[in-house]
């Protein structure tokens, strides 16, 4: 059992690039000849066979376990398809909710009386400017490539992928940053970060701008968490102590300062502060 959910869980790991590459060769415009086509068919299908079976006694083994139906599918699933797969899976799955949420004009994970921080204001032009550039290469490709088959797989991909940038942008519109009414925060970015920061945990914050380099979600060496947006972070917010966070595939990391961006930050700096500085509302007891 252990050797066919190693091989499994390769298969789930290789069956996407291999169909993709397959696609560029065909868009490309690159003949495969049909042994080559044939065989590459028939391995995807004994991947998914493979994978059929091996999921298949994993759910029959929890069952005899006494799990319930639900429960030994998701075991198995978690036992097969690896922790990354299936968290951009729940990424994308959550970014096209969000989508609809927007078209409702509404928000998620927003309480009554809690402060939403937009934060989208550095990255709406360039989403809306990717999604042209999009829609214009289709109508260009449609009429410089002359093989319906190309046309059909292009209209699909990118269909597919100015619908997943509209959910990116939808994510980040539906989701904001949440100031708590008891002074807590959620900084989030998106369906991929959400890190809750209890009102007890924030020793200080402050409007700061900065320009971090590299990815969306990264830790420096002293333990300080930037998520920048459009390259920028606008507001620091020092912690009493080093908070667990999770990265957008899994990982998982301590910090002791959070940078983020928000559109309006002394709103929110000003919110946290005013959290932390309300006086207490409990009369003196008599002498």
Do not use: N
């Amino acid at each position: 059992m252990t050797g066919g959910v190693k091989a499994a869980r390769l298969v789930a790991l290789a069956v996407l690039p291999a169909e993709l590459a397959v696609g560029v060769c065909l868009m490309a415009g690159v003949r495969i000849p049909g042994a080559v086509w044939a065989g590459a068919e028939a391995a995807v299908l004994l991947g998914v066979a493979l994978e059929a079976v091996v999921l298949g006694r994993l759910w029959r083994a929890g069952r005899r376990a006494g799990a319930g139906r639900r429960a030994a599918a998701a075991g198995a699933l978690r036992t097969v398809v690896p922790a990354p797969v299936r968290r951009l899976v729940a990424h994308e799955l959550r970014a096209l909710h969000s989508l609809g949420l927007w078209m409702l004009r509404r928000r998620h994970g927003v309480p009554e009386g809690a402060l939403p921080v937009p934060y989208t204001g550095p990255q709406t032009a360039m989403m809306y400017g990717l999604v042209f550039v999009t829609v214009v290469e289709t109508v260009m490709l449609a009429l410089l490539i002359p093989w319906p088959v190309v046309h059909r797989i292009l209209l699909v991909l990118d269909v597919y992928g100015v619908l997943l940038v509209l959910a990116l942008h939808a994510a980040c519109v539906t989701r904001p940053h949440v100031v708590g009414p008891d002074g807590s925060l959620r900084v989030r970015y998106g369906a991929l970060f959400d890190l809750r920061v209890p009102a007890a945990a924030i020793a200080a914050a402050r409007v700061e701008r900065r320009f971090p380099q590299g990815r969306l979600v990264q830790l420096d060496h002293d333990g300080v968490l930037d998520l920048a947006v459009g390259g920028q972070t606008t507001v620091t917010v020092e912690l009493a102590a080093p908070l667990g966070f999770v990265r957008p595939l899994g990982r998982r990391g301590q910090a002791v300062a959070v940078r983020f961006h928000a559109d309006d930050p002394r709103a929110v700096v000003a919110a946290l502060t005013r959290a932390r500085t309300v006086p207490s509302t409990i009369p003196d007891l008599p002498g």
